[in-house]
């Protein structure tokens, strides 16, 4: 997407939707009309990093585009043609196929920097330029930063920005990291922001349904690790365990009628070592490793273990977080995953 909605009629676009649900409709039951718009203006049309590479400085040196405009212009398009393929399928197809269809938001969980007033405004602006501006069901969650304000503090010359919301985004605090820092830049491992971005999506949104669409942990791709110590992926196991047990924290009273989150899917991200658009093959999501000359794929530890958790036959979330286990994997996970 991006820059191609300056081009393409929406309505090419929605055409090429009617044809998606016409040839697949009747196996896929779950669609995404637009997967992390947020992310796609961003790289696009703001640092410039994604084709048709659109930038200005103090973001990036580029022929051409306008970083404090564009990105706002891109997702203005973006979310009408969400809106027409969400009314196409509902009008045409839904009663018949019986599916749902949503679009996915890349999120970060933001808490303030300080105590202060201004950095907690901070925090908020930070999730109205980066969330809460879809109407989506599709929340890809990996990491949590500090929201810092910039109205009154000095901040980098790319965050104290109106297209920043005059908001830095850090993921240190009196020197101390937020949380692990992995092998993305600004991705650290901080699992209590789960529950956080579902409590904040279920308040914002009236508790609509949710699906955990993307989350995961990154590891290195060092060709010269022998592979045993690649699949004994002991962090990944660290990271999905306790990122679960939050999220089933933050479910686990709607499972009784007590106001919980109606999240009505899990996906792990990803099932193999994967092609990332940013980084290729230098970093690895999957729960099986692949060797990328015969392409043999082995299942890691996590894999076992997630497998495990999900027929029932252990306890991965722990026993606090699991009292609902059994409706929590019934109802949650095993028809999505």
Request: proline share 3%.
């Amino acid at each position: 997407m991006g820059r191609i909605m300056y081009f393409v009629r929406m309505e090419d676009y929605v055409h090429m939707v009617e044809l998606c649900l016409t040839s697949f409709g009747d196996r896929v039951k779950y669609w995404i009309t637009i997967n992390e718009p947020n992310i796609v203006t961003l790289y696009a049309y703001e640092m410039g990093l994604f084709p048709s590479s659109c930038c200005s400085e103090p973001f990036g040196n580029c022929i051409s585009g306008n970083s404090d405009l564009e990105p706002l212009v891109g997702m203005h398009n973006m979310i009408p043609a969400h809106g027409m393929a969400a009314k196409l399928y509902r009008d045409k197809f839904q009663r018949k196929q019986g599916g749902l269809i949503g679009i996915t938001v890349h999120s970060f969980m933001f808490e303030p920097l300080t105590d202060s007033e201004l950095d907690h405004d901070a925090a908020k602006r930070a999730f109205a330029f980066n969330v809460n501006c879809i109407d989506f069901i599709g929340i890809n969650h990996y990491s949590t930063v500090y929201a810092k304000d910039c109205t009154s503090s000095s901040c980098s010359a790319t965050a104290d920005r109106a297209i920043q919301g005059f908001v830095e985004l850090v993921g240190e605090r009196d020197g101390v990291l937020i949380g692990e820092l992995t092998m993305v830049d600004g991705l650290y491992v901080v699992p209590r922001g789960m529950e956080g971005i579902v409590n904040h999506i279920k308040i914002r949104y009236n508790n609509k349904p949710m699906f955990i669409t993307e989350n995961g942990y990154n590891s290195p791709n060092v060709q010269e690790e022998r592979i045993n110590k690649l699949v004994n992926d002991v962090k990944r196991v660290g990271y999905h365990t306790s990122y679960l047990a939050f999220l089933a924290k933050s479910i686990r009273i709607v499972l009784n009628d007590r106001g919980g989150a109606d999240v009505r899917g899990y996906f792990v991200w990803s099932l193999m070592d994967n092609y990332e658009w940013l980084y290729g093959y230098k970093v690895r999501f999957g729960l099986y490793h692949v060797d990328r000359k015969s392409l043999t794929r082995i299942p890691k530890l996590s894999a076992k273990l997630y497998m495990d958790f999900l027929t029932n036959k252990s306890d991965l979330i722990g026993k606090e977080a699991s009292r609902d286990k059994r409706s929590f994997q019934k109802d949650v996970m095993m028809p999505y995953s």
